[in-house]
């Protein structure tokens, strides 16, 4: 028999050296029985001790699970690009998944940069609404060690926290539906894990709601010092339907602006297209187009242009996800993959996080 232990599929007993020889350890058993602490469970490889005969208690047990869940995983990857297998080939076999993807590519580094920051908190936000049970275990640790750092960065730096709190409000409330239903879905790991992890999530919660963004006093030019040509231009350059409005609260000018038929225009026809617009039209009693209720009235039924900084990048002739890095690519033409292609830039798509995810769905 290849395993010392009654079945063939366990890892075996646990035996110490004495002066008589090999002797087996019983924990909590009827021979040399001893305590298991914190510390015997957290060994510097963090692997779990295999019991006897005897389970050990349900208390020992949580220690370790709370144990490795604060425990903060460390990939050795930290690579820009990784190769997006889809199939077996005479070259590569296997597939890609999306917690190979999750823990090669450097996110931790990504967050830092304002142009990818909100590219990651929204690929997150839709992994929490949807792929989180996917996840390998590593991968869903992974996941958690991120979102701390884009918390943290949040509360310190007051960057676009209402986005991360959508994202910890779709990430409980899947936590909970996944708890409740954990005899049909896929829990990677033990409950007390995922218990300690939602009130993690309640923990950061709290702590953004309770962030007050300090009133900074500029003793230089203020907005309502420029013209109002140029304020209006402003206005055309917000994507984003919810900052024309809040912009619009701030004085009585800004809110004339932010009522302007020709802004609310343009960005019918940046997020929508020619013939989404005109069948959904809205006329007021003048005859007039009411486009800021039109604006509305497409965000229920289309998908709208999203824009971000910076995105990934998918290479069609080298199969491969990366970052690209603008400095690197203007001085060294370095593309940020390995790429044979004769014209890099001509092969170049940039992946949404939608899209990010369908990449890695057969």
């Not at 998944?97 to 997150?124: C, H, M, P, Q, W």
């Not at 960065?153 to 779709?170: A, F, H, M, S, T």
């Not at 701030?250 to 026809?269: F, G, H, N, P």
Request: hydrophobic residues 35%; contains cysteine.
């Amino acid at each position: 028999m290849p395993f010392l232990g009654k079945d063939w599929r366990s890892p075996g007993w646990n035996w110490t050296k004495t002066e008589h020889g090999w002797k087996r350890i019983f924990i909590y058993g009827h021979d040399n029985k001893r305590e298991i602490d914190l510390e015997e469970l957290s060994t510097e490889d963090k692997e779990n001790l295999f019991v006897g005969d005897i389970c050990e208690l349900a208390s020992t047990k949580k220690k370790k699970d709370l144990y490795n869940s604060s425990t903060k995983s460390q990939f050795a990857f930290r690579e820009k690009w990784i190769y997006v297998l889809r199939g077996s080939t005479k070259e590569r076999h296997g597939y890609s998944t999306l917690g190979e993807a999750l823990n090669r590519l450097d996110f931790s580094s990504a967050i830092n940069d304002l142009r990818r920051f909100t590219y990651v908190a929204k690929l997150f936000q839709i992994i929490a609404k949807s792929e989180l049970p996917s996840l390998s275990g590593a991968a869903q640790k992974n996941y958690f060690n991120i979102l701390e750092k884009i918390v943290q960065k949040v509360l310190e730096d007051q960057y676009n926290p209402g986005l991360i709190r959508e994202l910890l409000k779709n990430l409980s409330s899947t936590l909970q539906n996944l708890m409740i239903h954990a005899g049909r879905c896929v829990l990677v790991g033990n409950i007390n894990i995922w218990l300690c992890r939602q009130e993690t999530i309640l923990k950061w919660q709290q702590q953004l709601n309770n962030l007050q963004i300090p009133k900074q006093m500029y003793s230089g030019m203020s907005f309502d010092d420029l013209p109002l040509h140029m304020q209006i231009k402003i206005f055309f350059k917000l994507s984003d339907a919810h900052d024309i409005i809040n912009l619009g609260q701030a004085t009585a000018t800004l809110q004339a602006l932010s009522e302007d038929r020709m802004v609310w225009k343009k960005l019918c026809y940046f997020h929508f297209t020619d013939k989404e617009c005109p069948k959904n039209l809205v006329i007021t009693k003048s005859d007039n187009v009411d486009w800021k209720l039109m604006y509305f009235t497409l965000q229920k039924h289309y998908p709208m242009k999203e824009q971000y900084g910076d995105t990934l990048y998918y290479c069609k002739h080298c199969h491969i996800l990366f970052w690209k890095d603008r400095h690197l690519t203007l001085l060294f033409k370095d593309w940020g993959h390995p790429c044979t292609a004769i014209n890099p830039d001509s092969c170049l798509i940039s992946i949404s996080p939608q899209h990010f995810i369908n990449l890695f769905k057969f």
